[in-house]
DNA sequence: TACCGTGGTGAAATTCTTTCAAGGATCGCG
DNA sequence: CGCGATCCTTGAAAGAATTTCACCACGGTA
């Protein structure tokens, strides 16, 4: 039965006036005796009534924790996000974190908040925050990501089969030398672009002919490809493994005054809106972002407890777009 | 003092239990009665002590209502605001309406979450959403918008002085037919900027050569300025009302051959990302956008009780930057 | 030493929720 | 039409948690 405040009183001793001081935010109590029915009723499987309302209020609030909103691409994933969460009339919490953050810098934050469940579309989870989600009943699910040291539902594109699909479309382009401009190596979007780019060219007969670090923006890999570009060596192609990072090689290539998609050709990755823009043309593997946020909400709510190890991974499929870059 | 159940109880002429269930999500009571009982429970000012902890709870949450998260500004507004909240120790709730849906749709999602605060980046707001936050003490911020109807803290840049500055800048530079893009007439950044645009012009005894209609969309303004150079009478400058139709009308320009900065002079406003971008260099007047979001902050968050109509407005000065377009 | 003021504490009062049992309505079935 | 069976509603009463109150111990101060 589900134990109440008397017992935990009598458990540990002391009045109920102190239990119920002991979860009140201002009860004027001892501090180590706090801590110690805290602990108590924590061991017992004690929630307070206050406690128990802010759960079920909580219950159906939406945490996603995102980095990088400049990066459009997760704009568009948080706009659909809204709306799709809006129409079955749950909540949507949002934490932007600064780059290079990890989560738990606001992990106490996000537990005391209580949701139901948690998206992460950035920054690496810790075994830490894992543990204590599963222990509140929490649900994560990884959003265009995967970790594989930790087992948690993910949905995500199929960056690999977007790799090779890019790397096929500049292939039959006649390309030779094709070059890579990375994001940041740890994130499953880089390494699993970069792992089926790199086995399509192989298979090929090729490999990638030189490679800029572009860091995800538009900013560093306008540099990265600037100086690629002045090089000895140069490129007849470029994949980038995010769209934002095209566009700044775009504008690279063309500030030396060569032509995107002649002279070199580009294809992006996510198919944000400006790639559609007459500045840039740019071919690119389209992320179904409505898919995929759909699939994540249904995991996120789905109400039957679906097994961790069967609802495990969901890859959705990239669409080719050929525009005027490649 | 507090009105306590047991007394809506008596007045209700029902008994205690009736009371509690009618506040309780699942009690089995007659829907009469229930309304009866709320209706009287709320004359009495009485408020149930599950609501009472929900509301402290939601006590450090921030409500966003935007809409258009595909124009860049917002995300920037959206990663700002999430940043210093988070800084100390607030929750932001997101809401991103739908263009053209009006708050009242999500009124009572929103106020159901008992947020501390709200501040509202788009659609209008409804003097019956007005009212009930005033019931419920919830404060409400207008960012980057004015409503001259309703008395309400208000933090946007200077739209009118931004719009004169703009039509300076194509003023000093010696053009003649100067032609504007419009944003949606029915908000006050597209009215704002567009009185400051035309009181400078006046003075200057100029008038708006031509006129396109934008809608704040990238598509919608490069068609509009797409067919505007297509007719008889021909701009030599643009003012766009904002950022993103400054880059529609930019492509629109270079897409019929003609040199954006040279045969057109462009100008912007908002200084999104993109404006700095190679392809673009967009000379536009930029939104203070930290500074905005801290004032937004600190009107919301400030434990006095601002008068409303001390408090009123705040209007924070933009920056002109000239890169290559104007 | 006497005299506050302060903060911790349990008993008891208060307030709210939940259970329980008693009607009363509705519905299916003979 | 009659007869249960079932479900919903409801107040009384029991139970749970919070808050008040009185008390006590412990400084600091005159």
Redesign the pocket.
């Known amino acids: 039965?589900?134990?109440?405040?008397?017992?935990?009183?009598h458990a540990a001793?002391?009045?109920?006036?102190?239990?119920?001081?002991?979860?009140?935010p201002d009860?004027?109590?001892?501090?180590?005796?706090?801590k110690r029915i805290l602990a108590l009723a924590h061991a017992m499987g004690?929630?307070?009534?206050?406690?128990?309302?802010a759960e079920a209020i909580a219950r159906n609030t939406i945490t996603l924790v995102t980095g990088d909103l400049l990066n459009p691409f997760y704009p568009m994933v948080l706009d659909m996000l809204a709306r799709q969460l809006q129409a079955v009339g749950r909540q949507l919490l949002v934490y932007a974190l600064p780059g290079g953050v990890g989560v738990d810098a606001v992990t106490d934050q996000i537990l005391a908040a209580r949701p139901s469940g948690i998206i992460v579309t950035s920054a690496q989870l810790t075994s830490r925050m894992t543990r204590a989600c599963h222990q509140h009943r929490i649900r994560v699910v990884l959003m265009n990501r995967i970790q594989r040291d930790i087992r948690i539902p993910a949905v995500t594109c199929d960056n690999y089969g977007g790799g090779r699909d890019a790397a096929a479309l500049l292939l039959s382009r006649g390309r030779q030398r094709i070059g890579f401009v990375a994001g940041l190596a740890d994130t499953s979007t880089h390494t699993e672009r970069a792992r089926g780019f790199r086995d399509m060219l192989n298979e090929a007969g090729q490999s990638p002919y030189l490679q800029a670090d572009g860091a995800f923006s538009y900013q560093a890999a306008h540099t990265a490809v600037s100086e690629m570009i002045a090089g000895q060596r140069q490129p007849d192609a470029l994949f980038c493994c995010n769209d934002i990072m095209a566009l700044g090689a775009i504008d690279a290539v063309k500030a030396r005054g060569m032509r995107p998609g002649e002279d070199i050709a580009i294809v992006g990755f996510d198919d944000i809106p400006m790639a559609a823009w007459g500045a840039y043309r740019l071919s690119t593997i389209r992320q179904p972002v409505e898919t995929m946020v759909r699939e994540t909400v249904n995991l996120l709510l789905d109400e039957a407890d679906t097994p961790p190890e069967e609802g495990g991974l969901r890859i959705v499929p990239g669409k080719l777009i050929i525009r005027a870059s490649a």
């Open positions: 039965m589900k134990p109440t405040a008397k017992q935990v009183a001793g002391v009045s109920l006036s102190a239990v119920s001081r002991a979860f009140a009860g004027s109590l001892d501090p180590d005796k706090k004690y929630v307070s009534p206050a406690r128990r309302t």
